[in-house]
C-alpha cells in the first residue's frame, strides 16, 4: 500500500500573497549635550543687541572718569611745568615757524624763573606765617578787649569787658562742632564727588574709546567740526610729512587752524600746512579727507587762498547740499529791473549761502557741462535777467530745438531753434551779421569817440553742435571745424577779440567739452567761464583754465545727476573771496512757465520786437513791406531800428542801407519820417497806408 501525504492547510497562491513591509519607528535625535544648549543661550545673551548696548553704555561711564581723569591730570601737569610751552615750541619747530619757536621758547624761561622765585619763597614762608599769626592773634585779642572796655564803660559792669572775647570763643567753638558733624559725611561723599566730577570733563571731552561711543558719535553723523577733528583727519589723511609733523606738535596741532567759522550751510576754516607739505597734497586727497571728516566728498571743498602753504576747507553739514536753494528773485519780486551796465543778475547762493550775482557788462561767457545738468537753465536765468533791461537786443540760436528759448520769441530779434545742419548755417549767419553790427560799431565809434550803443547778445546754445557740422558753403569754407576757414570758428572769435568795446558780447552753452567741440582759442575769449558737472578734470581744465583747476575749482567732482544747476564759475563779474581762483555757485532754477511770465514783462516794458525765425539771403526784396515787417506791432520805431533789423532780415540786400536809403524808399511811398525827442521815427500806421495804398493801385491797374 502506498505512502499518501495530507495537506493540512492549503498553499496559497504565490500570486495573491501580500507582502507586508515593516516601517521601523523613527529613531529619535539625540539629544542636545545641556553644556551645548547652554553655550547657545550664553552666545545669544551675549551677542544680543541689548546686551551690547548695555555692556557699551556701562563701558563708556567707567571710561569717561578714566578718561576725565587722565585729562585733568594732564591740565595738572601744564599748570604746574613748562609742558605746555614745550609742546607749543615743537610745534612751531615742526610746522617750520622759527619766530614763533623763540617766542615760546622765551616763556617757558620766564615761567621758570617765575617758578623759582615761588619756590625760593616758599623757604622763608614758615616764619612768615608764624609771625604773622602770632601778631594777627594778638591784634585781634586786643581788639576784643578794647571792645569790651568800652561796653564796661557803658554798661557800668565790669564783666562786660571779656563779653567779646567769650562770644568769638563760643563762635569758633560752633564752627569746630559743625565741622565735627559735617566731616564724617563729607569724608565719605568726597571720593564720590571727586568721580562725577571726572566723568563730567571725560563725558564732555568724549574721552572713551571709539567703540564705547554711542552709534551716532561713532557713525559721524551729526559730529560738528571741531580742531581736533579736523587735526586728526589731517594727520591720517596718508601724507607722511604732514602726519610726522602733526605727531611732533602732539595737542598742540591745533595750531595750524584759523578759527573755524560757520559759513553758510557749513563750516570754513583756514590750514597753514607744516614746512615740506605742499597745498597740492591736501588737494589731492579730497575724498580721503571727507571721509576722515566723516563727510561725503562733494561735501568738502579744498580751495587755495592768499597766504602761502595754506589751503582753506569749507566742510558742508551733512545733507545740507541736497536741499534746494529757494527760488529765484526774478520769481518772487514781480517789480524787479534790470541795469546790464551797473546792475548784477541774481544767480543763486555760494556754499556759504550768500546771494551769488553776477555782472555781464561787457562779458563774453561760455557755460560748459555734461548733459541734462542744467546748462541751458543756468544760461537762460542770466538773459531773463537782461530782458529787463529794453535796451538789451537778443539774438539766440537753440541748436538743440526742443522750445527751452520759445519764450524769447517776440523779444529776441532772431530766434533759430533746431538741431539740423541747415540751422547751423543759419546760426552761423547770425553771429556774422553781429560780426558785421560790431565792425559798424567800431567805425561809427572811430568818428565820434562819444558815440554809446544798446548792448546786443548773441546767444548759442549747444554750441558743439555748430563747432562739429560738416557743412560747406558753396566756396568749400565750412561751417564748422576750428580752422581759420570755419566761418563760425571765425565769427566767434573775431567778436571776442573786439565786441565788448561796442557791447556786441558772444554768450555761449556746450556740451561735454573737447577740442574738437570747443577749440581752445574760442573757450579762452570768454571773459566768464563757467562750467557744471564735468568727467574728467582736463575737461575742467578746458572749462576754467589751468589757472582756476589749479587754486581748487573742481567740477569735475560734482555728482552727475544729483548736482544739477551747481557750477564753477571763473570771472571778474562776480565776487569770489581774495585770493581764490573760482567760486562755487547753486544756481536757481526757473522752469518754462516763470521763464514766460518773465519775458512777458520783459515785452511789456519795449515797443514790440519782431522776431525773425530765419536768415534770408539772395532773394528779391520788396523794400516797404521789410519796412513794415520789421517794425512789427511796435506804434512807432525809431529809424536806426529799422535799419538794424532790414540788416538782420537779409545782409546781402539792407547791409550797407544808410538813413538815407531808408528815406528815399519811405519818400517815394508818401511816408515821411520825423523827429521826436530828438530821434528820428517813423509811424507803423503810415507804412501800412502806404503799403495798402499800393495794393489798391495794382489791383486797379490789373482790372483796367
Not at 514 to 541: C, I, M, W, Y
Request: glycine share 8%; charged share 25%; hydrophobic share 40%.
Amino acid at each position: 500500500m502506498g505512502n499518501t501525504v495530507v495537506h493540512l492547510h492549503k498553499t496559497p497562491d504565490p500570486a495573491t500573497v501580500t507582502t507586508l513591509t515593516v516601517v521601523p519607528d523613527p529613531v529619535p535625535p539625540a539629544p542636545v549635550p545641556l553644556w551645548v544648549r547652554s553655550g547657545r543661550a550664553v552666545k545669544h545673551a551675549v551677542t544680543h543687541e541689548r546686551t551690547q548696548t548695555t555692556a557699551r553704555t556701562v563701558a563708556r561711564h567707567g571710561l569717561y572718569v578714566v578718561g576725565g581723569a587722565r585729562i585733568v591730570g594732564r591740565r595738572t601737569w601744564d599748570g604746574k611745568t613748562a609742558a605746555r610751552y614745550e609742546r607749543f615750541m615743537r610745534a612751531a619747530e615742526a610746522a617750520g615757524d622759527m619766530d614763533a619757536a623763540m617766542e615760546w621758547e622765551e616763556r617757558a624761561q620766564r615761567f621758570r624763573d617765575a617758578r623759582h622765585r615761588r619756590r625760593m619763597d616758599l623757604l622763608h614762608s614758615p616764619v612768615d606765617a608764624a609771625k604773622g599769626v602770632a601778631v594777627t592773634t594778638g591784634m585781634g585779642i586786643g581788639s576784643l578787649v578794647a571792645l569790651g572796655v568800652v561796653m564796661a564803660i557803658a554798661t557800668k559792669d565790669v564783666t562786660d569787658v571779656v563779653t567779646p572775647l567769650m562770644a568769638t570763643v563760643e563762635f569758633i567753638n560752633l564752627l569746630i562742632t559743625i565741622v565735627q558733624v559735617v566731616w564724617g559725611p563729607l569724608v565719605t561723599l568726597g571720593p564720590f564727588l571727586a568721580l562725577l566730577a571726572l566723568w563730567a570733563v571725560g563725558s564732555k571731552q568724549q574721552a572713551a574709546p571709539q567703540w564705547a561711543l554711542p552709534a551716532q558719535v561713532r557713525n559721524g553723523e551729526g559730529e560738528p567740526i571741531t580742531p581736533s577733528i579736523v587735526v586728526k583727519a589731517l594727520r591720517d589723511l596718508g601724507v607722511p610729512a604732514l602726519r610726522n609733523a602733526i605727531k611732533d606738535m602732539g595737542d598742540a596741532g591745533a595750531s595750524m587752524l584759523s578759527p573755524i567759522v560757520i559759513a553758510g550751510c557749513g563750516v570754513e576754516v583756514d590750514v597753514t600746512l607744516p614746512s615740506g607739505v605742499s597745498t597740492n597734497e591736501v588737494q589731492n586727497k579730497r575724498r580721503k579727507l571727507a571721509e576722515n571728516l566723516t563727510r561725503h566728498e562733494h561735501e568738502v571743498f579744498i580751495t587755495i587762498p592768499q597766504a602761502a602753504r595754506t589751503v582753506r576747507l569749507w566742510i558742508a553739514d551733512s545733507g545740507a547740499l541736497d536741499e534746494p536753494i529757494g527760488p529765484s528773485p526774478l520769481v518772487t519780486d514781480e517789480t524787479m529791473t534790470a541795469d546790464y551796465a551797473k546792475g548784477r543778475a541774481p544767480w543763486g547762493q555760494d556754499l556759504r549761502g550768500d546771494a551769488a550775482s553776477l555782472s555781464l557788462y561787457q562779458r563774453h561767457l561760455l557755460i560748459t557741462g555734461l548733459s541734462n545738468q542744467g546748462k541751458t537753465a543756468s544760461l537762460r536765468a542770466l538773459a531773463l535777467w537782461a530782458a529787463l533791461d529794453k535796451r538789451v537786443e537778443f539774438r539766440i540760436a537753440d541748436l538743440k530745438g526742443v522750445g527751452d528759448w520759445a519764450m524769447f520769441d517776440g523779444l529776441a530779434t532772431v530766434l533759430i531753434q533746431g538741431p539740423t545742419d541747415e540751422h547751423v548755417i543759419e546760426a552761423t549767419e547770425m553771429v556774422e551779421d553781429a560780426l558785421d553790427e560790431m565792425n559798424r560799431r567800431i567805425e561809427a565809434h572811430r568818428l565820434d569817440p562819444d558815440a554809446v550803443f544798446d548792448p546786443l547778445i548773441c546767444i548759442v546754445d549747444e554750441a558743439q553742435v555748430a563747432f562739429m557740422c560738416p557743412a560747406v558753403d558753396e566756396d568749400k569754407r565750412p561751417y564748422g571745424g576750428s580752422k581759420a576757414t570755419s566761418r563760425y570758428f571765425m565769427a566767434v572769435r573775431k567778436i571776442h577779440n573786439q565786441g565788448r568795446a561796442v557791447d556786441v558780447l558772444m554768450w555761449q552753452g556746450t556740451q561735454d567739452p573737447t577740442d574738437q567741440n570747443l577749440p581752445k582759442l574760442v573757450r579762452e575769449g570768454a571773459h566768464t567761464r563757467a562750467a557744471l558737472a564735468l568727467g574728467t578734470e582736463s575737461q575742467a581744465v578746458m572749462a576754467l583754465g589751468e589757472k582756476a583747476v589749479n587754486g581748487g575749482a573742481a567740477p569735475h567732482l560734482l555728482r552727475q545727476g544729483l548736482d544739477k544747476g551747481t557750477l564753477v564759475v571763473a570771472s571778474d563779474g562776480i565776487e569770489i573771496p581774495k585770493g581764490q581762483s573760482s567760486l562755487t555757485v547753486r544756481t536757481h532754477y526757473i522752469d518754462d512757465d516763470e521763464a514766460k511770465a518773465i519775458t512777458d514783462r520783459a515785452k511789456a516794458i519795449r515797443d514790440g520786437v519782431t522776431t525773425l525765425h530765419s536768415i534770408e539771403r539772395g532773394e528779391e526784396r520788396d523794400p516797404l513791406a521789410d519796412v513794415a515787417g520789421v517794425m512789427g506791432d511796435a506804434e512807432r520805431s525809431y529809424t536806426q531800428d529799422v535799419l538794424k533789423r532790414l540788416a538782420i532780415l537779409s545782409e546781402d540786400a539792407y547791409g550797407g542801407w544808410t538813413f538815407g536809403d531808408l528815406k528815399r524808399v519811405l519818400e517815394a511811398a508818401g511816408v515821411e519820417a520825423y523827429k521826436s525827442h530828438g530821434r528820428m521815427v517813423v509811424r507803423r500806421d503810415d507804412v501800412a497806408r502806404a503799403l495798402a495804398d499800393r495794393d489798391d493801385e495794382g489791383s486797379t491797374s490789373a482790372s483796367e
